[in-house]
């Protein structure tokens, strides 16, 4: 992917850029250059002084959250047009080092906080192969799917867990292959939880 074209998502990994999405006001910066926008234009918008905005701006295209896009002259002045190099950011737990969740540390298989740190460790991992990919103009290969289920019963969900285990360790079984030398090895993560209000089936 070229570097020029602006990430529908951006997994950050840097505890310094990572501090830097997470200040108000320049997150509130780079959620206005979701389109090119200059310091000044963005002095009006948010409420500080063009000078203000172009200390942040140095912080933000320093960490690569954001890039220039155009310089306009007027005459002796030169306005840069600045762009967010994504529409949205996620922190990877990566940024947190020693103390961000890792599932490895959690022995209790069935509870929120092991759940929690196995979708911390998607965040990370799929990041770190997402830039990887892009760096290289490549794809990466994923597969998610995503559906609400509404259960009659308790039973009835003990039961679907009980099938969906079976289906998955006989789906595992048939083709993961040990002896491929030259196969990749591809995580499967399932997850189920109580869906919030909101959620549409």
Known sequence: MRASVML??????????????????????????????????LAARVGLTRQKVNYHLRALEEHK?????????????????????????????????????????????????????????IVREVGQLWRGARKSDKRLATLSIDTVIRFKSPVERAA????????????????????ATDGRAHRLVVASYPAPPEAKS
């Open 65 to 121: 959250l954001v890039r220039p896009v155009e310089e306009r002259h007027w005459g002796g002045i030169t306005e840069r047009l600045m762009v967010a190099t994504a529409r949205s950011y996620v922190v990877s737990p990566s940024a947190l080092g020693r103390i961000g969740a890792d599932p490895a540390r959690n022995n209790d298989r069935l509870s929120a906080s092991y759940l929690i740190a196995l979708a911390v460790r």
């Open 8 to 41: 529908d998502l951006d997994v950050l990994d840097d505890p310094a850029a990572a501090a830097v999405v997470l200040d108000p006001i320049k997150s509130r910066l780079l959620a206005e250059l979701g389109v090119p926008g200059s310091a000044a234009s």
């Open 160 to 179: 679907f867990t009980h099938d969906l285990a079976q289906m998955i360790t006989k789906l595992a079984a048939r083709y993961h292959d040990e002896t």
